[in-house]
């Protein structure tokens, strides 16, 4: 006794005991017998799968309109994909662990599938719940058979059934958003392909039907394209407001199509004037867009480099030296070969000249108010020009020449 006492010092005081709680061990008990009474149930709605899946098809179709389109296109396939799915839900309550990973992949896979034809993502999630819905359901039926009593202890166990079916209505959602956005994806790259081979002229006439409907557009519509470059957010609504352009973006140039109906292109706004812009004439079919595509490129080519906006049915003469540069280039030395041995400057006020009487529809008069010098000094210049060239500006022949050489000279770099 005395030993005891010394052995219990006050430097070293016994621990107080304390108690455990009485509610973990029920809880514990509690637990167990809901799980036991969950996994009675969940024994009877897996060995009925198949009654329970007709009821979920006659539920869907009953409260999902959305849906019902599907189950008349495909009822096995249908029926098929609720059985696979079911299974998998009610072997989870039997078997979490084991069973998980099995769930997922078969969640995953309705959700891509639904994505893939186009059956609405509330549809199919409303579609997942009332499959919920249906197995609470059932396992309440069949305890309440088999033992009312047990009904209070299943109550336990609801929160883990619905948590189930969120994390599964996510992996639906998660997986039908991502295969979305690859089908849209896909289709967006399907329209680049199908305008790019119109731009190019490379479409096929088997693939104009499917080129309109993509586009929304008539097959034997009349377009117009645009070629436009010079900077960064080159094209948009701001060009043509009110019209419903496509647009397809290049590495230095943007393209875009424009429906024209019983029109003619709209003008375009101030903002076209900072870029470089080439108008195409109008065009009949879509098969013909590679043509007016090659025709904006002419326009743009004709642009000066500060900007503007060239429409080729107005500067067809240009275009038709710019479409053939040799050409051009061997009339100008031609016709204005002669004025080369001339000074510099002097050749320039000839070709100043007859390049204002020319603007000036052939009056001396306004060409003289535009170079601020007398008519009579115009038409000695021009004289000197016909000697020189050996070409009569009153010949109309010799006159397209001279037009066609001088515009050569103005958008042939070095002719």
């Known amino acids: 006794m005395h030993r005891a006492v010394r052995h219990r010092t006050p430097n070293r005081p ?21 799980i036991a009474v969950l996994h009675r149930a969940a024994r009877v709605l897996l060995a009925d799968l198949a009654e329970l ?4 098809m006659a539920v869907v179709q009953e409260q999902e309109p959305a849906y019902r389109a599907a189950v008349v296109s495909d009822p096995v396939g249908i029926w098929q994909e609720m059985h696979r799915s079911l299974r998998h839900s009610v072997s989870s309550l039997l078997d979490p662990r084991g069973s998980r990973d099995a769930a997922r992949r078969c969640s995953w896979k309705i959700g891509a599938t ?12 409303h579609a997942f719940r009332l499959g919920g819905s249906l197995v609470w359901q059932r396992l309440v039926e069949e ?25 599964h209505c996510t992996l639906v959602a998660d997986a039908y958003r991502q295969v979305e956005r690859q089908l849209a994806w896909q289709r967006e790259n399907r329209v680049r392909v199908l305008v790019a081979a119109l731009l ?15 586009l929304d557009l008539p097959e034997q519509g009349r377009y117009a394209v645009l070629a436009v470059a010079g ?13 419903r352009v496509h647009w397809h973006t290049g ?13 003619d292109l709209p003008e375009l706004t101030e903002a076209a004037a900072r870029l470089r812009i080439g108008a195409s004439g109008a065009v009949t079919g879509l098969a013909a867009v590679g043509d007016a595509r090659a025709q904006a490129d002419l326009a743009m080519g004709l642009c000066p480099a500060e900007g503007g906006v060239v429409r080729l049915a107005d500067q067809l003469p240009a275009a038709l030296v710019v479409s053939s540069p040799d050409l051009g280039a061997v009339l100008a030395e031609r016709v204005l070969g002669p004025l080369t041995g001339l000074d510099p400057a002097d050749s320039e006020v000839l070709l100043d000249t007859v390049g204002a009487w020319l603007t000036c529809d052939g009056s001396a008069q306004r060409a003289g108010e535009r170079l601020y010098c007398h008519r009579n000094t115009v038409l000695n210049r021009l004289r000197r020009f016909e000697q ?8 109309p022949s010799d006159l397209v020449e001279v037009s066609l050489a001088l515009t050569a000279r103005k958008v042939l770099p070095g002719a």
Not at 388 to 394: I, K, P, V
Request: hydrophobic content about 40%.
């Open 388 to 395: 020189l060239t050996g070409r009569s500006l009153a010949r």
């Open 231 to 243: 900077g960064s957010g080159t094209r948009g609504p701001g060009l043509l407001p009110g019209v």
């Open 53 to 56: 899946t007709d009821r979920l």
């Open 143 to 167: 305890t309440s058979r088999t033992a009312p009593e047990d009904i209070r202890l299943l109550v336990h166990v609801a929160s883990d059934i619905w948590n189930f079916v969120d994390e």
């Open 251 to 263: 590495a230095e140039v943007d393209y875009g199509i424009v429906p024209l109906g019983d029109g």
């Open 114 to 125: 639904r994505a893939e034809q186009g059956v609405p993502l509330d549809a199919l999630l």
């Open 200 to 214: 190019d002229g490379s479409s096929r006439i088997a693939d104009l039907p499917e080129t309109a409907e993509a």
């Open 14 to 34: 016994v621990p107080a005991v304390v108690p455990q709680p009485r509610t973990r061990p029920v809880r514990s008990l509690i637990d167990a017998d809901a």
